[in-house]
């Protein structure tokens, strides 16, 4: 079993920045690629942004220059550091990783259970 825990988020100021953190825990063979989604009250889970365990990143349209993405492979954590932040980032973020567990297993998907951020104008 693997768990993903998210942490980090809070009420900030339009303008203002947060960082957020995502733990990965538990059975762990490889931690493959990991994402950030957020949903907003009334509308569908969205990615923000996406970093491969190469170090590859993309980014939503709507926070390219603003977050940024990074990975500590050796702590299996995953960071976004969220700058220039807008009252429509509000939104729970949660944490996705994309997880190996044994030398044989399949790749499996998992979730955190979110964080909320709330930025106020």
């Known amino acids: 079993q693997v768990q993903l825990v998210e942490s980090g988020g809070g009420l900030v100021q339009a303008g203002g920045s947060l960082r957020l953190s995502c733990a990965a825990s538990g059975s762990i063979f490889s931690l493959n690629a990991i994402g950030w989604y957020r949903q907003a009250p009334g509308k569908q889970r969205e990615l923000v942004a996406r970093?491969?365990?190469?170090?590859?990143?993309n980014y939503a349209d709507s926070v390219k220059g603003r977050f940024t993405i990074s990975r500590d492979n050796a702590k299996n954590t995953v960071y976004l550091q969220m700058n220039s932040l807008k009252p429509e980032d509000t939104a729970v973020y949660y944490c996705?990783?994309?997880?190996?567990?044994?030398?044989?297993?399949?790749?499996?998907?998992?979730w955190g259970r979110g964080t909320q951020v709330t930025v106020s104008s």
């Open positions: 996705n990783a994309r997880v190996v567990t044994s030398l044989s297993s399949p790749t499996y998907n998992y």
């Open positions: 970093i491969t365990n190469g170090g590859s990143t």
